[in-house]
């Protein structure tokens, strides 16, 4: 016999899932967005200027920041749709898919057109013009990328608390993550495009403009392999964090009905919502005891123990009633996971 218990939430409980989508992520992607479509402009001005190949690649490399940011935007709004009859646990996976989709962005256009002209660009001999305005656009792209990392990180922190960074990378919002790891990358293009313009101004050979090109690209490759990686792993059913399990198993074995745990599954269906699905083994006496101490068990006895068939009839009534105590005993241990452990929003407990 299998006992399958699905949980959906109140309207109340939704319209808060709606604001926890608002918060996770949505201040720093913003944040990027529109920082990064003033600095690409900026980058594109001070190309025109210098004829930097570097310069070029950096405004490529903030084209790039803003689209796949405008992508984690949308990632973010559709990830707020309530479930329905056609997605029953929700839509929160476009959240990961247009983070993917991001991601993708990052190595082909961003990673990929910066590197090729980079290459490209090797066999120029014409030095960049390296003047105010350049270095001013240098500067304020500087300061506005790290503002964008320095509030992607503050967002990371804040979600995380009590996380080492390695976690709180493993675990966090990927579309803030997206921000910290594109603006972070982006900080350090900055300076590289700084330098080997400086470098080529100085030596009068163009290469190391090239070659600061291919570095930034480089550099954007592998931010987009991390992300590709981190959300391929919540698109094809990533589990709940180990020590979130071991606190579910721990709540549900110190259930005196409850014997054994069995087969254990879960998966992160959105930032901060959880799925759980196991098979339990039930404690036969507990269960008994809970039988008797929710009926006259014994007065019943009394009245039927000379007579066989309404004895039986006792015992069909008895027995009936363990389904629904089972029913109950799920009920009562399904709100104490979900009271100590609130990212559990579906829960599928079946009887071994």
Known sequence: MDILLFKKYTCTNKNMKYSSHLKNGVLPVIAALVGNS???????????????????????????????????????????????DQYSYGYGLERFFWALVSACGVFFVGAGVTI????????NTEV???????????????????????LALRELNHKNPGLSMKRKLREGDPATIAVLYEDGVAVIGVLIAFVSILVSVATGNPV????????????????????????????????????VKEKILKIMEADPTIEKVLDFKSSILDVGEYQIKCEVEFNGPALMKGIMENSSLRDEYDEVRDD?????KLIVRSVGRVPRLIGSSIDDLELRIQKEVPEVKYIDIEIN
Not at 48 to 75: K, P, W, Y
Not at 131 to 137: E, K, R, S
Not at 308 to 312: G, M
């Open 38 to 84: 003033c600095i690409a402009i900026m980058k594109f001005v001070g190309f025109s200027v210098s004829g930097s190949g570097a310069l070029f690649s950096e405004a490529i490399h903030s084209v790039a920041d803003t689209l796949n940011q405008a992508l984690l935007f949308i990632g973010i709004k559709l990830s707020s749709k309530q479930a329905d």
């Open 128 to 150: 960049p013009h390296f003047g105010t305005l350049p270095i001013v656009i240098l500067f304020v792209s500087f300061v506005l990328e790290l503002i964008t990392f320095i």
């Open 308 to 312: 066989y068939q309404n004895f039986i």
């Open 116 to 123: 090729y002209h980079g290459i490209k660009t090797l066999h």
């Open 208 to 243: 190391w403009d090239a070659i600061g090109s291919i570095l930034i690209g480089i550099l954007l490759g592998v931010v987009a392999i991390l992300l590709i990686q981190k959300n391929r792993s919540y698109l094809i059913g990533r589990n709940i964090p180990d020590d």
